[in-house]
């Protein structure tokens, strides 16, 4: 399988995926490659023996973690900025042009002084933006690879020798930087680039404490909990987890309480937990469902109930941030009591409007998704004449195909029209 497929997001829904192995505690120990973490999940939890975790799916996103985990091997590389530059060259694979990194000379290890030299390596996710810093610099740089023009990289090598004179000029602007490089056999890709500050949690630490600290809240109140869908690359998940219960609302559908997990380990994106709400439509034969998030301020249009965290943090902060998933249940609990959705609007159809104004809009975040707008604009033959069929249409555009950002920020869009009769999406 190629290493392209790793980087590229992909979504489950698991309703409806048996649960075939049971894991334990020692297996998830084995994703975190940090001893000094390794040490103090065990001293949190008290594994000195082997538990079971009785998280229902939580073996089938363990063989997915695992898969990630296995695959690459991650180093941390200290290169100085004039040490390294870039260059394009044809993957046939992918049928385009990549950009690569060409590391001169890095220190592999600050300890012991290891060094390496002559590495080349394949900018991927946001790399290349991060290390030209001026936003106009990164997109002359990209364009390059869209032009025809045949002496691109040529000009690209322009580019580089004119840094080149600049940091022999001004070697005082010269700084070191942390190179966060993927190897997998005799292949390296450059994932991010960040400073000394930044903690190696990734994927695997968020699977692992979430799910550790599920099973404590299950032990402990005998409340059982379900990982009902997972999107995943090597770099980015989100979670959903939903509490084993359904509240009904007449004549509309149920929901089930639950959070969302997510960590964006490149750049300087956060990792965190979120309340949610998995809502489903009554008669709803597909059994799609659409996510709602409640605020506690209904006027800050922000999605609050929340906790979230850089990757700087140290580890002991690391574990107290999840420690508040049980918080966060809490706090679901008092929302079934008022849970309603907006009732202001004279009709249902004013509702799909205001998720139409921004997903219609042929400048807006979702243009050229043709089957997402093609649901919510105005069609002589479909009128919206009640709640419920405003909410399968939600239903649908949940299951739509789309990129990973795009869809938390569809989410949040429905999200606050249903529940707050607001479109506005930070």
């Not at 069609?379 to 405003?390: A, G």
Request: contains cysteine; proline residues 2%; glycine residues 2%.
């Amino acid at each position: 399988m190629s290493n392209y497929v790793y980087f590229k997001t992909k979504t489950d829904y698991l309703y409806n995926v048996d649960s075939k192995n049971d894991i334990f505690s020692d297996d998830l120990l084995d994703l975190i490659k940090d001893t000094e973490l390794k040490e103090l999940i065990i001293n949190k939890y008290d594994l000195d023996k082997n538990i079971l975790i009785n998280i229902d799916k939580a073996d089938i996103v363990y063989n997915q973690i695992k898969s990630y985990v296995d695959r690459f091997e991650l180093l941390r590389l200290t290169v100085p900025e004039n040490k390294v530059d870039t260059f394009l060259k044809e993957n046939p694979e992918e049928k385009k042009y990549d950009y690569y990194f060409n590391i001169k000379e890095a220190c592999i290890d600050e300890n012991t002084g290891e060094m390496i030299e002559n590495l080349e390596a394949v900018a991927i996710y946001d790399s290349l933006d991060l290390f030209y810093k001026a936003r106009s610099l990164s997109q002359y740089v990209k364009s390059l690879n869209k032009s025809k023009n045949l002496n691109k990289s040529q000009l690209l090598d322009d580019l580089n020798i004119s840094w080149k004179r600049h940091f022999d000029k001004y070697p005082k602007d010269v700084k070191p930087k942390i190179f966060r490089v993927l190897k997998n056999k005799d292949l390296y890709y450059v994932k991010s680039i960040n400073s000394k500050q930044y903690k190696e949690y990734g994927i695997a630490e968020s699977f692992v404490l979430s799910m550790l600290e599920l099973n404590k809240i299950h032990l402990r109140e005998e409340v059982n909990f379900t990982i009902s869908s997972i999107s995943l690359r090597e770099s980015k998940i989100d979670m959903i987890i939903s509490l084993d219960k359904k509240v009904s609302i007449k004549d509309v559908g149920y929901f089930r309480p639950s959070i969302s997990i997510r960590n964006e380990d490149t750049g300087n994106a956060s990792l965190g937990v979120h309340t949610s709400i998995e809502f489903y439509p009554e008669n709803n034969e597909d059994n799609n469902k659409i996510y709602l998030f409640p605020k506690k301020d209904k006027d800050n249009n922000k999605i609050e109930n929340k906790t979230t965290a850089n990757h700087t943090i140290n580890q002991d902060t690391l574990l107290e941030l999840f420690e508040s998933i049980s918080d966060l249940f809490d706090y679901l609990k008092q929302v079934e009591k008022d849970f309603k959705f907006y009732n202001d609007a004279q009709h249902p159809d004013e509702l799909r409007q205001k998720i139409a104004e921004k997903v219609c809009n042929t400048k807006g975040m979702f243009k050229g998704l043709t089957q997402l707008q093609g649901l919510f604009e105005r069609k002589k033959d479909q009128q919206i004449t009640n709640l419920q069929n405003l909410l399968e249409m939600c239903g649908k555009a949940e299951m739509l195909d789309m990129d990973f950002d795009l869809k938390f920020k569809l989410r949040y869009l429905i999200s606050n029209v249903l529940l707050y009769g607001n479109n506005t999406i930070k």
